[in-house]
């Protein structure tokens, strides 16, 4: 079945440097995508939305982008800081196809070393 | 900032007894969800909720389990005989909108493990 997927498990970057968690996602019919991240023992946390009339959308300190041609999403991290060490999960839904829950992938766990 | 609230944040059951997992979403909020993950998986949606009626529910999400909204600030989710492979983390979430940018703002979670 169409699911979302990521590239890398896991992610070591240093401190102050800039992150890019990648995500590949199946349904080309998608509407709209959402950047999670987890904290140990703790929910998902919003980060970041796009949808998909858009390409590009900037938060503080983090930027989605949206290739729809390749049906890629990718989230960025400016000058990564040790509170950024978490699980990310790109998550999307298909308005056409349900009434708006999420579909979640593995996730990456980025690791930040000081 | 307001929150989703849910408890208890681990649960303890014998395989074959009834749980009630509580929820309390944000207030405003009119759409609410129930994930779980199973430990090292990805969250998986189970079932979604609107104007005091199931809209959506997954595979996963057989006559074992229930929801309800008892009273205006409350959403549970009832596994009526566990076993053991519902043991997971199982996480409540709300959103004001059902479509559009639908944000949905997720709780701690519980842990459920079946022993």
């Known amino acids: 079945g169409e699911s979302v997927g990521l590239h890398l498990p896991t992610l070591s970057v240093q401190e102050g440097d800039n992150s890019i968690i990648n995500c590949a996602y199946s349904?080309?019919?998608?509407?709209?995508f959402i950047w999670y991240k987890q904290e140990s023992g703790k929910g998902p946390q919003f980060i970041i939305d796009?949808?998909?009339?858009?390409d590009k959308r900037q938060g503080q300190r983090v930027t989605v982008l949206l290739n729809k041609t390749v049906k890629h999403l990718s989230l960025q991290i400016a000058a990564t800081q040790p509170g950024d060490s978490a699980v990310y999960f790109c998550?999307?839904?298909?308005?056409?196809?349900?009434?708006?829950?999420?579909?979640f992938g593995k996730g990456t766990k980025l690791s930040v070393k000081p | 900032e307001p929150e989703v609230t849910q408890t208890p944040s681990h649960q303890v059951t014998q395989m074959g007894q009834e749980v009630i997992l509580r929820c309390v979403p944000i207030?405003?909020?009119?759409?609410f969800y129930w994930y779980r993950q199973i430990l090292g998986q990805k969250v998986e949606f189970l079932v979604s909720?609107?104007?005091?009626?199931?809209?959506?529910k997954s595979e996963i999400f057989d006559d074992q389990f229930s929801v309800e909204r008892p009273d205006g600030s409350n959403f549970t989710l009832k596994i009526r005989s566990t076993k053991l492979e519902d043991s997971a983390m199982y996480f409540c979430?709300?959103?004001?909108?059902?479509?559009?940018?639908?944000?949905?703002?997720f709780g701690a979670g519980t842990r459920l493990s079946v022993l």
């Open positions: 979430a709300s959103s004001e909108l059902a479509s559009g940018a639908n944000i949905q703002y």
């Open positions: 349904n080309s019919a998608s509407d709209y």
């Open positions: 796009i949808r998909s009339n858009m």
């Open positions: 998550a999307e839904i298909d308005y056409g196809g349900s009434q708006g829950n999420l579909i």
């Open positions: 207030s405003n909020h009119l759409y």
């Open positions: 909720f609107y104007n005091n009626e199931i809209s959506e």
